[in-house]
């Protein structure tokens, strides 16, 4: 049973790096997809962007200029970076595993981020 | 805010039946599957169906889901009490190409 595990720094200040990684527990990266998904306080669920199994990226149009997503290989875990975060980037993130053009699967346990000076 | 709509409440008593809906557009739930899960505060979302109607193994067949045009829905039956939760609903969106979800329902088990 596969399992992500999540882990990354949740106190930053404006205009730092958000950096998140996720390990892919129980299993290998091949043939799916990598992706983030956050939920600011008070919202619905945002989908930020993904990386597939050989590395290609799609990011949330409204994001596309702050984030890249990565693939760790050989390890199998995939990492987030989002820039230049301001309070409105505060929020639950969550890693998670999808195939194809369908909704996520399996989710890691979230992370809680607070951006704030 | 979401995309996706879902009712924000639903309750019903041990034993009973209940309905989760999710509506949502041509564009996502209607040219996509459908996931539902149930989330705890602090834990990973766990999925309940997938592919609009399907189960995961370990997943009891009191719980069920369909799908009609840009409309889906969870239902539960011999609710229990250990149903508490929030459920939310995900679909694949062309135009954004990738996925969306609805707002979550609370239900309680009265």
């Known amino acids: 049973q596969v399992q992500l595990q999540q882990w990354g720094a949740g106190l930053l200040k404006p205009s730092e790096t958000l950096s998140l990684t996720c390990v892919v527990d129980g299993g290998s990266l091949g043939a799916y997809y990598w992706t983030w998904i956050r939920q600011p306080p008070g919202k619905g669920l945002e989908w930020i962007g993904e990386v597939s199994y050989y590395g290609s990226t799609n990011y949330n149009p409204s994001l596309e200029n702050r984030v890249t997503i990565s693939l760790d290989s050989p390890k199998p875990q995939f990492s987030l970076n989002l820039t230049s975060v301001t309070a409105a980037d505060s929020g639950i993130y969550y890693c998670a595993r999808f195939l194809g053009a369908a909704p996520p699967d399996v989710w890691g346990q979230g992370t809680q981020v607070t951006v704030s000076s | 805010q979401s995309v996706v709509t879902q009712p924000p409440s639903a309750s019903g008593t041990p034993g009973q039946r209940v309905t989760i809906s999710c509506s949502g557009s041509r564009v996502n739930i209607g040219g996509s599957t459908v996931n539902w899960y149930r989330h705890l505060p602090g834990t990973a979302p766990k999925l309940l169906i997938y592919?609009?109607?399907q189960r995961p193994s370990g997943v009891p067949d009191r719980f069920s889901g369909s799908k009609s045009g840009t409309s889906a829905s969870l239902a539960i039956s011999g609710l229990q009490s250990e149903d508490e939760g929030v459920y939310f609903c995900a679909a694949f969106d062309d135009s954004l190409n990738g996925p969306v979800f609805g707002g979550g329902t609370t239900l309680t088990v009265l």
């Open positions: 592919n609009s109607n």
